[in-house]
């Protein structure tokens, strides 16, 4: 098979092929919070979307509700 392709045909890049810049340091507070985030998602504290979705429809529909306490705990 042959690389050669007809004058004026080019491949087109891949989303792939981009270079994309490494994403910036966390800084120690944001590290913290992440990790804090992941034991709280691996030990079950989550919230289920359809909760979370509900509640985001408040605020698109111009009504917007508090964060449900027992989101915090």
Same mark, same amino acid.
């Given at each position: *098979?042959?690389?050669?392709?007809?004058?004026?045909?080019?491949?087109?890049?891949?989303?792939?092929?981009?270079? +994309? %810049?490494?994403?910036?340091?966390? !800084?120690? %507070?944001?590290?913290?919070?992440?990790?804090?985030? %992941?034991?709280?998602?691996?030990?079950?504290?989550?919230?289920?979307?359809? %909760?979370?979705?509900?509640?985001?429809? !408040? +605020? +698109?529909?111009?009504?917007?509700?508090? *964060?449900?306490?027992?989101?915090?705990?």
């Amino acid at each position: *098979m042959s690389d050669e392709r007809p004058p004026g045909v080019e491949e087109t890049p891949s989303l792939f092929d981009v270079e +994309i %810049e490494p994403a910036p340091r966390l !800084t120690d %507070e944001e590290e913290a919070a992440l990790l804090e985030a %992941e034991a709280d998602a691996d030990a079950g504290r989550v919230v289920p979307h359809s %909760e979370v979705r509900k509640w985001m429809q !408040t +605020i +698109i529909d111009g009504n917007p509700q508090p *964060m449900p306490k027992a989101w915090l705990e």
